[in-house]
């Protein structure tokens, strides 16, 4: 829910490792390919990143992982391969890429232990070894957090388990120095600041998405510093679509312009619990060992003061629950 997402938990976040996530996770919910927006034109980078990872690596990696978390589901798995794929087809974009999910990471270590294979990939998919880059805490890096945010939603459609791999999204403001830079509105100087240039001299692709990304990040930055309410930008996304992350990253690029000191509350105040892409996200806190591809039934008795929330499993084992912004850390709860 958006205010589990932008609200400051009561409780220190708790640090979820893999095949103890407190989430469901179905692999049928997810997008075809890699979920890329319509106007993206990445369905070659994919396809690339696909062929440079034989079947028989994919295999003896998840035979890893699941080896050292047997209690994950092939859904969660499934769901967990998708985000570190999305990943890479980001590095491909952006110029730095930290990693924002240690349950990701995880994913990403077991990669690197097959160390041939690894730098066949790396060399196939971007002409080098893609160099793994530690899992990072968003708190020690936001105006980076936000700006990995602000790309991924502008690159790939909304899947359910992603706030759940990725922590949440929009929890940070844009850094002023970003803001200022998208601004100023030169497209070369955004560019090369901000985005791969060597694989945009690589593939063309990458070189019309970075353009296009460029020329959005001006026009939500200068909307923001010249409209006085986020109604007066004028951007019509849906909240009932799935694709209303876009929404959501406009609304950031606003209050990081606008008022930076009380983003999280701004956040908050115009993106209640009860709005209709919150609604979504009332499946949430089950361990991994509890949960599988279809949910169970919940009686959430909580509310923003204070409660619990108890999961009923169906015929499978499933089950699924709701939170309180009291029970929720900021690992196990998020929104779109």
Not at 64 to 91: G, N
Not at 237 to 253: R, V
Request: charged letters at 25%.
């Amino acid at each position: 829910m958006f205010h589990f997402l932008f609200g400051k938990s009561s409780k220190p976040p708790k640090r979820s490792r893999l095949g103890k996530a407190k989430s469901v996770y179905r692999a049928s919910e997810l997008p075809n390919g890699l979920g890329l927006l319509e106007g993206i034109p990445l369905d070659r980078i994919v396809t690339k990143l696909n062929s440079s990872i034989p079947a028989d690596y994919a295999e003896r990696i998840q035979y890893r992982v699941k080896t050292e978390h047997p209690r994950m589901t092939e859904d969660e798995y499934a769901c967990k391969w998708f985000e570190l794929k999305r990943y890479f087809v980001m590095s491909l974009v952006m110029k730095s890429t930290p990693m924002f999910s240690s349950e990701i990471d995880d994913l990403w270590h077991e990669m690197l232990m097959f160390t041939r294979e690894y730098q066949r990939f790396g060399e196939q998919f971007a002409g080098g070894v893609i160099h793994h880059s530690p899992e990072r805490e968003p708190k020690m890096m936001p105006g980076e957090r936000a700006w990995f945010d602000w790309v991924y939603a502008h690159l790939f459609e909304f899947a359910p388990s992603s706030k759940r791999c990725w922590n949440g999204f929009f929890r940070n403001a844009l850094d002023p120095d970003r803001t200022e830079l998208l601004r100023e509105g030169n497209v070369d100087a955004i560019a090369r600041s901000l985005f791969n240039m060597e694989q945009a001299d690589r593939y063309p692709e990458v070189a019309q998405t970075i353009r296009i990304l460029v020329e959005q990040a001006i026009l939500e930055a200068n909307k923001a510093a010249e409209s006085r309410r986020l109604e007066d930008t004028g951007w019509d996304y849906s909240t009932t679509n799935p694709n209303s992350m876009l929404y959501l990253a406009g609304a950031m690029m606003f209050f990081s312009i606008q008022s930076p000191q009380s983003y999280a509350d701004e956040m908050n105040t115009n993106f209640p619990e009860n709005s209709p892409e919150s609604q979504r996200d009332k499946h949430s806190s089950c361990s991994s060992s509890g949960c599988g591809s279809s949910a169970g039934s919940c009686d959430n008795s909580g509310d923003q003061g204070g409660g619990s929330s108890s999961c009923s499993s169906d015929s499978s084992g499933s089950s699924s629950s709701s939170c309180s912004s009291s029970s929720c850390s900021s690992s196990s709860c998020g929104s779109s």
